[in-house]
């Protein structure tokens, strides 16, 4: 059944067909919250650890107990905070003006490279500036993604706003990866990167939220629901936790990936520029593909069989890199990796706002960002634990902080070879039992149904 054309959800004023202008407007954002969180996936470690020469200790204090904890606190709040918020603007748009230059300052001073501390005070300054870096994107990013689930309930329609939104997010990623490795040799070229990166982002985010509208229901008989109440609710949805477990992995595989990717380029393929070059050529360009591929496999056999085809890709390729050991072989091995990391791209958000649905026909209420937030929440702690992961394994395999390749130790290497391609495909792998809980595609079909009959009475 293709829920375009279904007469119950055509009756629903929230089944809307998103005009094209909308979905581009609406895409061009993404390149601003991936912009900024690129840089700070692709460059922390390598910046904090190799170039600033952070204690491995400190580093992986602040990442897996400051970061985590200030991630339980600030994602579930500011969710439920833009949930309640009341503006003319609407509930998503005044916190995404306003932060958006905050996170444009604290990104800068997160890579300012001119620091003459001791290790005490680059601890401070990384604590300080992680952690105001970490509540800018979950202001943002959160509210931003909030957006999507509320301009249709079209499950294909969400899936073409997030493919069109996810190919100008691949421009940020690709943009904040490639240069980061290119100007690894040439920190002040890096510095001035990071300024130049952020003001386009924070310009882009500013565009959307002047033309972009909520859509809503109001259920005016209905309580908003507190903080506790409205966490509760959200982990109890089980089409939402069962994402959740899946997410957690998927989080937990492309920060430790996107933070080893330049030292595995550097000091395992020992690549050159224009081989660094290529290879992002090679992962982003397969993705491409994707974006094409699995809409139609979904369309056919619904987001849970497409998540998982996809998932299953990502791990075999990684798990290649692992036992890769020459240039030629990883170019291989990022093929499979791209193709199958396309299938998360598209369907993460889209699976947030399924999750949505689901509570909706509960809570009678709309309350993406909360599902954000929280998502957040549980998912966030990955990135934490994957980059104490990587700098304890380095520490622990014997890397050499600042040291050129040739002097880097076997066990090094094959440390940053687990980093890439052991840990995160074993990871992946376990997604799986969690990816299997979520509704298939009759049982989403039901759900739009009953969405449909629900809005209808409203």
Known sequence: MNEDINPELNSDPMAAIVPLKIKILYGIGLYGTQMFNGIQAAATAWFWLDIMKLDYGLYTFIMLVIYNIWNALNDPIFGWLSDITRSR?????????????????????????YLSFEQFGLAI????????????????????????PELTTLTNERTKINIISQIFGMIGVGLSFIFPLLLKDNINGFFIFVIIGGITAMVVL?????????????????????????????IKNKP??????WNFMIQFTTAIVVANIIFYASNVLMANDTESL???????????????????????????????????????????LFFSNSYIFSLISFLITGFGLGGALIFTNVMIGESTDFDELKTKQRREAMFFGTNA????????????????????????????????PASAILGIKMIMGLFPSIALYISLIFIYF???????????????LLHKNY
């Open 89 to 113: 603007w609407g509930r998503r748009i005044p916190w995404i003006r306003f932060f958006s230059p905050v996170w444009l300052v604290t990104t800068i001073l997160l890579f300012f490279p």
């Open 125 to 148: 300054w990384f604590t300080v500036f992680i952690v105001l870096f970490d509540g800018c994107y979950t202001i943002v990013a959160g509210c931003y993604n909030s957006l999507m």
């Open 206 to 234: 500013f565009i959307p939220s002047f033309f972009l509208k909520e859509r809503k229901i109001n259920y005016k008989e209905m309580k908003k629901l507190g903080l506790i109440k409205a966490l509760i609710e959200s």
């Open 240 to 245: 939402f936790m069962a994402f959740i477990g």
């Open 278 to 320: 290529i290879l992002f050529l090679v992962l982003f360009g397969t993705i491409l593909p994707g974006f094409i591929i699995y809409p139609k496999l979904s369309k056919a056999k619904g987001v849970k069989f497409s998540v998982m085809i996809g998932t299953i890709l990502l791990a075999t390729g990684l798990l290649l």
């Open 377 to 408: 929440l549980f998912t966030k702690p990955a990135i934490g634990l994957a980059h104490a992961v990587l700098s304890t394994t380095l520490l622990f395999m014997g890397y050499i902080q600042g040291g050129t390749p040739n002097i880097q």
């Open 438 to 452: 979520y509704p298939n595609l009759k049982e989403t079909q039901e759900m739009k149904k009953q969405l449909a």
